[in-house]
């Protein structure tokens, strides 16, 4: 397993570019890079990356984006929204790809009305998350689908009725702490619905009425969570993944990873 931190701990103190020089400082070297605006979907943003990135000697796991910019529209039905959504999609996989990241972290689909969670139509999901995981190859990634309470992927059993819709071997899942408590799940009930599918999990830690806090801070058991990951075989990156009201200082943050590494990569 690979311990590191995701830039979007940082939003929305300073920019993803500063997010990496602070990644660096702090002495990690794995990360993810959660792009957050449209003008960082470009090739010129992604090139500015790259070069801090390599400077620092970074190992980029994952591109993320501000879902709700272009997402929910790549499964529109209106053929003109959706082309538009694919652009930026294919944007942000290009610059994943100059950065090497292995996979684009996906949110989909959001609950964005009060209403409890229906049955979807998961034939239609297939077919539309089928074709991004093909769109996604072609730049060497996959799609790693996440657990998010407000989205329609909230809850263990989704993953196993879209596995029976779509077996693309670029549909990979993402395992969120944070989530899975806010969806009223327990988070380790998400690791054998994701199965050997799971490659990438966001850290983050808590207390019993749901207050966040950093990795190690909080109640959240790690050394079960270690156990069960160990169980399933995953080998991913683990990367601590917060809101910037949950620390003071980013010194807090490196101590953050430097203690779940301590628990995921003992003697490394």
Known sequence: MQVGLSTASFYPLIYNEQAVEEIGRLGIRDCEIFLSTYSEYTREFGEELYRRVRHWGLRVHNVH???TQFEPQLFARVPRQRADALGFFRRVLAIGQRLGAENYVFHG???LKRTPVIHYNYPFLGERIGELCDVAA?????VAWENVHWCQFCRPEFAAHILEVCDHPGLKFTLDIKQAMQAGCDPLQFIPAMGKRLNNVHLCDFEADGTLRLPGEGGFDFGCL???LD????KGPLLVEVYASNYQDYAQLGRSVQR?????????
């Open 231 to 234: 169980g399933a075989g995953y």
């Open 226 to 228: 270690k156990a069960a």
């Open 138 to 142: 072609g730049y060497g990634m996959a």
């Open 109 to 111: 689909p959001a609950n």
């Open 65 to 67: 984006t501000l879902s």
């Open 260 to 268: 779940m590494r301590e628990i995921f990569c003992p003697g490394d």
